[in-house]
Every structure is written in structure tokens, then in C-alpha cells.
């Protein structure tokens, strides 16, 4: 069995090849830049954040030049630094790096990833709408082994202003639209609470949509479920939202809130980045 000398011998080799092998092919190539690359890309596995010995370790640079390029990229952005831990983790914004090819994508083949991802750390069925006329049509579901009482797929129309997924997607529509909207679906036989006065109710929900950066849906369309939702925007608009669904046999709505907003809010926020977003929420 090698003993700490030796393992801590051959780290430092291993350390040396690699650097060797990385060596400068070129008189263009810029060590600077490679080595800020191997930091990001030493930070994409750890979400939760490693700390600057580690990292120093993984990239095989002096402390003092892990430090120096750690806190270049939090300056720029691509970097956060846990303010209680010091641990280093990747932003949101290192999601922009990649926009041309995801521009090349069409919305669901983008979002497809990031609501699987989301469907398995919440354990709940994640869907994805957009805006169909005066109604919400689901483009994208992802499906668990959890029961769901109702019967969704992708195809499926819902109403805008009792849904979550609907009062996200129109949360940023001009007064212009609204009114029309409010006007024409004022005697629908189960919005009159939400289009009265104006569309007071509904407007108030919309503005709470647009502080919060999310909408709840609290048994309003289906009597035994709950669902959040959060918009998806690009570079000018709303273009879709997202949601979790609940049925209220498993959790109430603060329970919802509490254990599923930032999960949703995240997700939102790193494909909306990636659609060309600049300014979320």
C-alpha cells in the first residue's frame, strides 16, 4: 500500500502531466483563458458549491491563480460564492455560453432536459404550456409513477385565469389585451368571481405572478389538485411556463409553496436564460 509521501508525490505528477499535456500549442493559445475554462468547467458537476482547495486541486493551479480566476468569473457573473461556506458553484448565467446552440433548438427540445431534471427532484409530474388563443395548451409533460386524478397529455387545453399555468403565461400581457380578454369571457359561468369589477381579482392575481415570479393554483380549476407554475421568457417576452402539479391528498398548498418554489424558480430561470433572456423576472 503506497504510503501519503507517495500518493501525495504522485498527485503532484499527475498534476505536472497534466498540465504538460494541456501545454500551449500555438503562439496564439491563452493560458489565461484555458485556465479560467478549467475552473468552469471544474465547477460544472458541483452545484452545491466546492471550496477553493478543491477546486485548486481538480484544475491543478497554484491557490493564489484559482482564487484570482474564481473571483473573475463571480465578478462577470458565470461564478457564485456562498458568503457563509466561501464554496464556489456555477450561476445561472453560465447557461448563456451555450445560447447559440440552444437557439438552434426549438422550445421543446431546449426545455425537455431541465423539466426531467426538475420532474426528479421533486418527485411530481412537470408540465410545460404556451399561449393558444384565449387558452393554454400543453406542449410538454413529464410524467411520474405518483397518480394524478386528472387526465392530462400534450394537446390538452386549459382556461387562463383559474389555472397556474395560465396566469403565468399572461402575467407581462399589455392592458390592451387584458381588457379584451377581461371583456369577452366577463359572463363565463366560472370566472365571474375573477373578471367583476374590472378584472380586479384577476389583475391582483397577475400582479402577485409577476412580484412572486410564480402563480398557485389552489383547487381553483380541479378540486383535488394544487400547481405552481412560473413563466418562461426570451429575449422580449413571455413565451411559455412551466408547472408542478399536486394533488391536494399529498401536500396542502403552503406545504406546496414551501418545498417547490425554488426548484421551480430555478428551472424557470436557467431555461429562460437559455431562450435569450437577459433581465428574469
Known amino acids: 500500500m503506497a504510503s501519503q509521501v507517495q500518493l501525495a508525490q504522485r498527485e503532484k505528477l499527475s498534476r505536472r502531466t497534466k498540465r504538460k499535456l494541456t501545454a500551449p500549442r500555438s503562439r496564439d493559445f491563452v493560458t489565461a483563458l484555458s485556465n479560467g475554462l478549467s475552473v468552469l468547467g471544474a465547477l460544472s458537476d458541483t452545484p452545491y458549491g466546492i471550496s477553493l482547495e478543491k477546486l485548486g486541486k481538480r484544475t491543478g493551479l497554484k491557490k493564489t491563480t484559482t482564487w484570482r480566476l474564481a473571483q473573475t468569473l463571480v465578478d462577470l457573473g458565470y461564478v457564485r460564492q456562498d458568503m457563509e461556506t466561501r464554496c464556489f458553484a456555477p450561476a445561472p448565467r453560465v447557461l448563456t455560453l451555450g445560447y447559440a446552440y440552444f437557439d438552434s433548438l426549438d422550445l421543446r427540445q431546449l426545455a425537455e432536459p431541465f423539466l426531467r431534471d426538475l420532474s426528479a427532484r421533486v418527485g411530481e409530474a412537470v408540465d410545460m404550456a404556451v399561449l393558444d388563443g384565449d387558452r393554454a395548451i400543453f406542449v410538454e409533460r413529464i410524467r411520474t409513477s405518483q397518480v394524478v386524478s386528472v387526465s392530462i397529455h400534450v394537446g390538452s387545453t ?65 378540486k383535488d389538485l394544487l400547481s405552481i407554475a412560473s413563466p418562461l421568457r426570451d429575449r422580449t417576452k413571455v413565451v411559455a411556463a412551466i408547472n408542478i402539479v399536486v394533488p391536494t391528498s399529498r401536500m396542502n398548498a403552503p406545504q406546496l409553496q414551501r418545498s417547490f418554489v425554488p426548484p421551480l424558480l430555478e428551472t424557470a430561470e436557467k431555461i429562460s436564460l437559455a431562450l435569450g433572456c437577459r433581465s428574469f423576472r
Not at 192 to 205: I, V
Request: aromatic residues 10%; positive net charge; hydrophobic residues 30%.
Open 158 to 222: 386549459i382556461p387562463l385565469f383559474n389555472t397556474a399555468l395560465g396566469k403565468a403565461l399572461i402575467c407581462d400581457m399589455p392592458e390592451s389585451w387584458l381588457q379584451e380578454y377581461i371583456k369577452t369571457h366577463r359572463d363565463h359561468p366560472t370566472g365571474q368571481a375573477y373578471f367583476k369589477n374590472g378584472g380586479s381579482k384577476l389583475r391582483r392575481l397577475l400582479s402577485k405572478t409577476r412580484e412572486l415570479g410564480y402563480s398557485l393554483n389552489d383547487r381553483e380549476l380541479f
